[in-house]
């Protein structure tokens, strides 16, 4: 049954993202707009797409042109300041936020109607709306994700492992990772799947690779090197059944992927141990081998302006530079294809047609299938 379930899902995810990668040549970028010499488009747009190309464009004088908006989309783009969002004089029924970087507490969301962020980075604080939906993939500053129960264990854990190092940021995270991957075991059967990530990581010590990477990614924040958990797929031709989490740091004024569940075998942790260099451990960012077999939903990282690079949750001083590893002799990979970005999806009576269908699948689903946001494979 649960197979049939996702064999139905599939479908129905198959022909929405075919359908609504259609609907991308509805949205008009705000740059268009304005360079349309007839001001046409300032009437007839329904859906504004704003990326790092319009920013030139976007003040108050412009957005104020437009009569018809139902739909903004903020892509590929960096926004510290979500108060331009009222430049436009009226209520709007969606605002998208795709593969960006925006400071969520300045948004004023007044005059929307729905708030959809997806594959993104909030640089501010958290903020709590009915409105919001937070989609797979979605970063948020560490802090927000503590568990107030467990936080002084993981506090405990980082200041061993703090003092047991040589204080170098290379040592800490090998030390760290050789933790994570010592104090957990792969949920093969995924008993523990429903489990909160601290309670399943403290109490049984079996987890999921979303709970590898989020042990991980809280110990480093603590010791002060900037951890995010990333979420992604490890199969080109299958990611919609490959779905993925693990680490991207940035230590050094550089960025690099870990990925702790990987490094869950015996030689992982034998090179762990041994102080060796391994494809799955601080990787730069743009590393073939590593991206070979994984792909992020975000892409955007060098949008993160670089004050928000810093973990805001550090009980450790700043530690030294990090020895970049050494890199192993490999067949070059072919450089991955970001993932798709999904459109707006309420665009006309047929877009809606198929929301509806595709929500009524997967409400049937979840009765079936785990209550997680996403089904995670070690691969």
Aim: glycine share 4%; hydrophobic share 40%; aromatic share 12%.
């Amino acid at each position: 049954m649960v197979k049939k379930i996702k064999y139905i899902l599939s479908i129905v995810s198959i022909f929405t993202l075919i359908f609504l990668v259609n609907v991308n040549a509805k949205l008009i970028n705000l740059r268009d707009a304005v360079n349309d010499p007839t001001g046409e488009l300032y009437k007839t747009t329904y859906d504004l797409l704003i990326d790092k190309d319009d920013l030139p464009y976007l003040n108050q004088t412009v957005l104020s042109k437009f009569s018809s908006l139902s739909f903004i989309t903020l892509r590929n783009v960096y926004i510290d300041n979500g108060q331009i969002i009222n430049y436009y004089n009226h209520k709007i029924e969606g605002l998208y936020i795709e593969n960006a970087v925006v400071n969520l507490s300045t948004f004023s969301l007044d005059n929307v109607k729905e708030v959809n962020v997806l594959n993104s980075f909030n640089t501010g604080n958290l903020i709590s709306a009915d409105k919001i939906t937070f989609g797979t993939g979605t970063f948020l500053n560490e802090e927000y994700a503590r568990d107030p129960e467990y936080d002084n264990k993981i506090t405990e854990v980082a200041k061993d492992i703090y003092n047991q190092s040589n204080k170098t940021a290379d040592d800490i995270i090998r030390k760290t990772t050789l933790y994570v991957v010592n104090n957990l075991t792969y949920d093969n059967s995924d008993i523990y799947g429903n489990m909160s990530l601290s309670e399943s990581i403290f109490k049984r010590k079996i987890g999921l690779c979303e709970h590898y990477a989020y042990l991980e990614s809280q110990i480093l924040n603590k010791l002060g090197i900037f951890t995010m958990n990333v979420v992604g797929y490890v199969d080109k031709t299958d990611p919609l059944n490959t779905t993925h989490a693990w680490n991207v740091l940035y230590v050094n004024g550089k960025w690099y992927s870990l990925d702790p569940t990987w490094m869950d075998t015996a030689k992982g942790r034998q090179d762990l141990q041994n102080n060796k260099s391994n494809k799955y451990y601080m990787r730069a960012l743009n590393d073939n081998t590593f991206n070979a077999d994984h792909v992020t939903y975000f892409t955007n990282f060098d949008l993160i302006p670089t004050s928000s690079r810093v973990s805001k949750m550090s009980i450790a001083t700043p530690v030294k530079a990090i020895s970049v590893p050494k890199k192993t002799t490999t067949k070059t990979a072919a450089k991955p294809k970001a993932a798709p970005i999904l459109e707006n999806p309420e665009t006309g009576a047929f877009v809606s047609f198929v929301a509806i269908i595709f929500a009524y699948f997967l409400a049937r689903g979840m009765l079936y299938v785990s209550k997680k946001k996403t089904v995670f494979y070690k691969i």
